[in-house]
């Protein structure tokens, strides 16, 4: 159980700087529609994935601000809770000794009370979580076998440098793909006979390719089974994949050049192909994304159709807000760290503590 603990910790405050960059998005995405970045989908896009890297690198950055704050402020705290201690001694907080202890320590004990297994709910419900992310895992397995079925069963068309385009009975929906060392892009057959559909399947699919959009939906679907609960998760992974359709449809009609009616008509065509039909819904991008086509569809028929062309941010404004989002992550990781050194502050609230127990019990005597 010692063994588990940290790990356990270090979980809870990744779900925890989920939710803070969950929060953070919210806050971006409304200050993005308001300016002329509203049908600026590529530029929400990037600043999504900084927003994302930022999240990944946040243990780094949070290690970053305590090194910084101790070297600048050596007698200032970043934690909250030794925050919260030193606003307790100053008699800013107005609570018993022990009242406090105990509602600072309120995730060690929950952390304690989970691995106890004392509690028959919270066993059954931990029990239940489990189950859910290991048949999340096996159903990522299977449809990640199948892909590599119907990858391994397609005909090489095409090969370039780093992409293998390949011909397929098995689809009617046209794929792009990743394996360990190459990546591929799987069409239909019959896409042989229409030229026109030909050619606006490659350019969507080594768009995704171009953008990394692959490697960004493998993170995704990798961190499901362990975080499927987490609420802001479930709205990061949708935005993800709504801003990635609609960069997608913006970056292809603008750098290929292709009509964005007859580009729509596409769409449409292969979403009524789509909406019925399963087929392996990880591990790849797709024209169309068949669990959601309806509502995503909806929403890239009217960004081609009504959206303005937008030009592409200044970087200033790209690396200004990756760096708001890597300041606020920074400051936010920090604050929820527990600290498990004893302070002088620590130790003057444990002699307070200790005082009001010895005093409570001389009076019960």
């Given at each position: 159980?010692?063994?588990?603990?940290?790990?356990?910790?270090a979980?809870?405050?990744?779900?925890?700087?989920?939710?803070?960059?969950?929060?953070?998005?919210?806050?971006?995405?409304?200050?993005?529609?308001r300016?002329?970045?509203?049908?600026?989908?590529?530029?929400?896009?990037?600043?999504?994935?900084?927003?994302?890297?930022c999240?990944?690198?946040?243990?780094?950055?949070?290690?970053?601000?305590?090194?910084?704050?101790?070297?600048?402020?050596?007698?200032?705290?970043?934690?909250?809770?030794?925050?919260?201690?030193?606003?307790?001694?100053?008699?800013?907080?107005?609570?018993?000794?022990?009242?406090?202890?105990?509602?600072?320590?309120?995730?060690?004990?929950?952390?304690?009370?989970?691995?106890?297994?004392?509690?028959?709910?919270?066993?059954?419900?931990?029990?239940?979580?489990?189950?859910?992310?290991?048949?999340?895992?096996?159903?990522?397995?299977?449809?990640?076998?199948?892909?590599?079925?119907?990858?391994?069963?397609?005909?090489?068309?095409?090969?370039?440098?780093?992409?293998?385009?390949?011909?397929?009975?098995?689809?009617?929906?046209?794929?792009?793909?990743?394996?360990?060392?190459?990546?591929?892009?799987?069409?239909?057959?019959?896409?042989?006979?229409?030229?026109?559909?030909?050619?606006?399947?490659?350019?969507?699919?080594?768009?995704?390719?171009?953008?990394?959009?692959?490697?960004?939906?493998?993170?995704?679907?990798?961190?499901?089974?362990?975080?499927?609960?987490?609420?802001?998760?479930?709205?990061?992974?949708?935005?993800?994949?709504?801003?990635?359709?609609?960069?997608?449809?913006?970056?292809?009609?603008?750098?290929?050049?292709?009509?964005?009616?007859?580009?729509?008509?596409?769409?449409?065509?292969?979403?009524?192909?789509?909406?019925?039909?399963?087929?392996p819904?990880?591990?790849n991008?797709a024209?169309?994304?068949?669990?959601?086509?309806?509502?995503?569809?909806?929403?890239?028929?009217?960004?081609?159709?009504?959206?303005?062309?937008?030009?592409?941010?200044?970087?200033?404004v790209?690396?200004?807000?990756?760096?708001?989002?890597?300041?606020?992550l920074?400051?936010?990781?920090?604050?929820?760290?527990?600290?498990?050194?004893?302070?002088?502050?620590?130790l003057?609230?444990?002699?307070?503590?200790?005082?009001?127990?010895?005093?409570?019990r001389?009076?019960?005597?």
């Open positions: 159980m010692t063994a588990v603990k940290p790990v356990l910790d979980y809870l405050e990744m779900n925890i700087v989920l939710g803070l960059s969950a929060v953070i998005w919210l806050v971006a995405r409304t200050v993005l529609v300016t002329s970045l509203r049908y600026g989908f590529v530029a929400q896009l990037r600043t999504l994935k900084a927003l994302c890297i999240v990944v690198f946040s243990p780094l950055l949070a290690l970053g601000v305590s090194a910084l704050a101790a070297l600048a402020w050596p007698d200032r705290a970043v934690a909250l809770g030794d925050i919260a201690v030193a606003a307790y001694l100053r008699g800013d907080i107005g609570m018993p000794a022990t009242q406090f202890e105990a509602l600072l320590n309120t995730r060690e004990r929950w952390i304690d009370l989970v691995l106890s297994g004392q509690h028959p709910l919270m066993t059954i419900t931990l029990i239940a979580l489990t189950l859910v992310a290991c048949l999340l895992a096996v159903r990522a397995i299977r449809d990640a076998v199948a892909i590599r079925k119907t990858v391994n069963s397609s005909f090489l068309w095409r090969r370039s440098a780093c992409v293998d385009i390949r011909l397929s009975d098995r689809i009617t929906i046209p794929f792009a793909v990743r394996g360990l060392r190459r990546r591929h892009v799987v069409l239909p057959s019959h896409l042989l006979d229409t030229p026109r559909e030909l050619r606006f399947a490659l350019a969507h699919e080594f768009q995704h390719i171009r953008a990394g959009d692959v490697e960004w939906e493998i993170g995704f679907e990798l961190l499901r089974p362990v975080l499927f609960w987490n609420p802001a998760y479930l709205m990061l992974k949708y935005q993800f994949d709504r801003l990635r359709e609609l960069a997608c449809d913006q970056s292809v009609v603008a750098r290929k050049r292709i009509n964005a009616r007859e580009y729509t008509a596409c769409l449409l065509d292969y979403c009524a192909r789509t909406v019925s039909m399963g087929r819904r990880v591990l991008v024209l169309v994304t068949g669990g959601k086509a309806k509502r995503v569809l909806r929403q890239r028929v009217i960004a081609l159709t009504d959206a303005p062309q937008v030009s592409a941010p200044l970087p200033v790209f690396l200004g807000l990756t760096l708001t989002f890597a300041a606020l920074a400051v936010g990781s920090a604050s929820i760290q527990q600290t498990h050194d004893w302070s002088h502050d620590r003057m609230l444990s002699t307070v503590v200790n005082l009001e127990r010895l005093e409570a001389n009076q019960g005597n």
